[in-house]
């Protein structure tokens, strides 16, 4: 169980990242306040984490509507709390969310943020999967591909 809550962790971790970083990059060469980079590097975290379900299960011949119920019942918990998590700690670090892309406090700040954010969301998705939910129900899946 410890080993499969690690992975779907990190498999959410990955899709949170791209979207986060992708989002801070963005909103901080773009200008954007800190609330406008916050929401866009939000949405585009769950984007991305949802794709990173999404796709394997429709790779698999999942049906949309299933898939989309596999990936919101096995995601959803785990990237809001690394989303609050994450955002939480760029907002708290004095100025990591004004520091330019060249700058080793944005950078630093941005890589710390998203490890607490793994570590804040394995009990959940170890919890879900005791449950027999989570990335659980969707491994079952994975076989079909």
């Known amino acids: 169980m410890n080993r499969l809550a690690l ?3 990190v498999h959410c971790l990955t899709g949170c990242s ?7 990059v963005i909103g901080t060469a773009a200008g954007l306040g800190n609330w406008t980079t916050v929401l866009l590097s939000v949405i585009l975290a769950f984007i991305f984490g949802y794709s990173l379900t999404l796709l394997p299960l429709l790779r698999a011949k999942v049906g949309l509507k299933t ?4 990936a919101l019942a096995a995601d959803t918990l785990s990237i809001v709390i690394m989303e609050i998590v994450d955002n939480g700690i760029m907002l708290v670090i004095p100025g990591a969310m004004d520091a330019g892309l060249a700058e080793p406090l944005f950078w630093g700040s ?3 943020s998203l490890i607490v954010a793994g ?3 394995y009990p959940a998705n170890r919890w879900l999967i005791r449950r ?10 994975h076989s079909l591909h």
């Open 132 to 141: 027999g939910a989570g990335h659980l129900r969707v491994m079952q899946y």
């Open 7 to 9: 992975s779907a962790t």
């Open 67 to 70: 898939a989309l119920g596999l």
């Open 110 to 112: 941005l890589l710390l």
């Open 18 to 24: 791209i979207g986060e970083v992708l989002g801070m």
């Open 119 to 121: 570590f804040a969301a």
